[in-house]
């Protein structure tokens, strides 16, 4: 359901944020917000038209000139006040993911503090804008690079990470001297509104952050809008791919993240009570909404058994229940149309088999489905195939190392991966020759700290940047290179020629 005309009364209305101060939508097009840890309809939020995000983007486009201006020192001294605010208020905003998302309270604070850790490497942008600079190039040139914010840029984003994925965006995107427009996801739209909200408190002048809500409509209008120098995506893999043509049909600078089918290969010789706790925590936390989840676990030669059993052994142990109960170690999948599709998977492979049913003994309202096992899964079958996105670990058992990389670098998505292992010889074999953008040695799901940059291989990213650290400063810059000369009036003269350096 995306259209609902008339909410029930209870319903919370959820408005854009154009130029500093909440827009409400205009279009008569709206979509449900749920809490899928009860199953009711919480809020409705506004679907934009093209010409609403045409007034976000000329509110962004008015703002640009004088914060692009505005100096480093500034620039920095902001991002210090946005970070207290946000560090301050992260409680309240991980209520809003819990609310909305339906991760439990703890992982919502894990969310907002990752996203957080990027705003404290933009409090570094003075040094991280720095050019270079070769005095005497030619005698009496000097030549110096800059780096320069592109103009408006846009974010699309997922419902699975609602305030860490935008911050990956927004926050380097302002620090450069960019401004912005968010798309967040449709489903959990809340989190974005606050940010804007908080950004405004910090300081950020009006224009400078818009949020703007909605669907295709939405995001067809962003691809196609002359002003908007670039667009950060991430989302799913058939999404991402056609955000990346579209976008750069238009003439922008694209950056699209995507799916995955994160591989977590265990040896015979790893440590099997930490190998089955890492690949709980990773398939279950978040009920698998990760991007970076473990959904399939290749165990190589006779660690299976054991492995499959340590993990059946933990499963009945992950508490299952609302994200606001702090007992709750696993909420709700997003939607229930999502539920009933993870779980669909459950017994549709012929020759799988189901070690643990989590259709068993979930709560009665909400979205629920609990940690469900299935081995024996082998190239070809759906839960193989398919990034499933939800509480379902898939066991492939292999004989050899040389199977397991193969497995991994054959498939199409090349996100995250790991391997558990006491041998650093193998691990670094598997570092050197695995096909995935992060790789976790013991640790599985690696998501890079703020100052290196995330992405993956493959179908898992469209585009040659990958997203925040390094790589997201370059991406929301271009660079721009002065050659420069003081000369003395008396030595000047026409000459036709190249110029030479020597
Ligand atoms: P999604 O692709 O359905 O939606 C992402 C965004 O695209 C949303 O803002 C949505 O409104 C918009 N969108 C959806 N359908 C569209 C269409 N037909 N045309 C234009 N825009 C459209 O993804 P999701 O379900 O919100 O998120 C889950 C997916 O995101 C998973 O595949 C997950 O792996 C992926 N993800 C990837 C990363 C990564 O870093 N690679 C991180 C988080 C999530």
């Known amino acids: 359901m995306t259209d609902t005309v008339e909410a029930p009364a209870a319903v919370k209305p959820i408005n854009h944020w154009i130029s500093g101060a909440p827009h409400a939508g205009r279009s008569g097009r709206s979509g449900p917000v749920f809490n899928p840890a009860t199953g009711e309809q919480s809020g409705a939020v506004d679907f934009a038209t093209a010409e609403e995000v045409d007034l976000a983007v000329q509110a962004a486009k008015q703002a640009l000139p004088a914060w692009r201006a505005l100096s480093l020192a500034k620039r920095a001294e902001l991002f210090f006040a946005i970070r207290e605010l946000f560090h301050a208020q992260r409680e309240e905003l991980a209520k809003h993911l819990t609310r909305e998302h339906g991760k439990v309270l703890s992982d919502a604070l894990g969310e907002v503090?990752?996203?957080?850790?990027?705003?404290?490497?933009?409090?570094?942008?003075?040094?991280?804008?720095?050019?270079?600079?070769?005095?005497?190039?030619?005698?009496?040139?000097?030549?110096?690079?800059?780096?320069?914010?592109?103009?408006?840029?846009?974010?699309?984003t997922p419902f699975n990470f609602p305030a860490m994925v935008p911050m990956w965006m927004w926050a380097p995107a302002l620090a450069c001297g960019n401004t912005f427009v968010l798309k967040p996801s449709e489903k959990d739209p809340s989190a974005s509104?606050?940010?804007?909200?908080?950004?405004?408190?910090?300081?950020?002048?009006?224009?400078?952050?818009?949020?703007i809500n909605g669907d295709k409509v939405a995001v067809d209008a962003i691809l196609e809008h002359p002003d908007i120098a670039a667009v950060s995506f991430v989302g799913s893999t058939p999404i991402a791919r056609y955000v990346y043509e579209t976008a750069t049909a238009n003439g922008k600078r694209c950056q699209a993240l995507g799916g995955a089918k994160n591989h977590m290969v265990v040896l015979p010789d790893a440590d099997i009570d930490m190998a089955a706790d890492a690949a709980v925590s990773a398939a279950y936390g978040s009920a698998g909404e990760r991007c970076m989840a473990v959904s399939l676990l290749v165990a190589v030669g006779d660690v299976a058994d054991p492995l499959v059993e340590a993990i059946k052994q933990r499963i009945p142990k992950v508490k299952v229940g609302d994200g606001m109960d702090a007992a709750s170690e696993m909420g709700p999948l997003i939607t229930r149309e999502h539920r009933d599709k993870v779980a669909s998977y459950i017994g549709a492979d012929d020759g799988a088999t189901?070690?643990?049913?989590?259709?068993?003994?979930?709560?009665?309202?909400?979205?629920?489905?609990?940690?469900?096992?299935?081995?024996?899964?082998?190239?070809?079958?759906?839960?193989?195939?398919?990034?499933?996105?939800?509480?379902?670990?898939?066991?492939?058992?292999?004989?050899?190392?040389?199977?397991?990389?193969?497995?991994?670098?054959?498939?199409?998505?090349?996100?995250?991966?790991?391997?558990?292992?006491?041998?650093?010889?193998?691990?670094?074999?598997?570092?050197?020759?695995?096909?995935?953008?992060?790789?976790?040695?013991?640790?599985?799901?690696?998501?890079?700290?703020?100052?290196?940059?995330?992405?993956?291989?493959?179908?898992?990213?469209?585009?040659?940047?990958?997203?925040?650290?390094?790589?997201?400063?370059?991406?929301?810059?271009?660079?721009?290179?002065?050659?420069?000369?003081?000369?003395?009036?008396a030595t000047s003269k026409v000459d036709l020629g190249f110029p030479q350096t020597r």
């Open 193 to 211: 509104f606050y940010t804007a909200e908080l950004l405004k408190q910090a300081g950020v002048p009006d224009g400078v952050f818009n949020v």
């Open 354 to 489: 189901v070690v643990v049913d989590g259709r068993d003994g979930c709560p009665a309202d909400g979205f629920f489905l609990a940690p469900t096992l299935i081995d024996d899964v082998k190239p070809g079958m759906k839960a193989y195939e398919d990034e499933i996105f939800g509480p379902v670990l898939s066991v492939t058992r292999v004989a050899s190392y040389d199977e397991a990389v193969r497995l991994v670098n054959e498939n199409p998505y090349g996100n995250g991966t790991a391997i558990f292992t006491r041998d650093g010889g193998a691990a670094r074999q598997f570092q050197f020759e695995v096909q995935a953008g992060m790789v976790g040695i013991n640790v599985p799901i690696p998501v890079p700290v703020a100052y290196y940059s995330f992405g993956g291989w493959k179908a898992s990213l469209f585009g040659d940047r990958h997203i925040y650290g390094p790589e997201g400063i370059d991406f929301y810059t271009r660079s721009k290179v002065v050659t420069s000369r003081w000369p003395d009036p």
């Open 113 to 156: 503090t990752r996203g957080l850790e990027v705003i404290e490497f933009c409090c570094g942008i003075p040094h991280l804008l720095k050019g270079a600079m070769s005095e005497q190039a030619s005698t009496g040139v000097d030549v110096y690079s800059i780096r320069q914010p592109l103009g408006v840029v846009a974010g699309i």
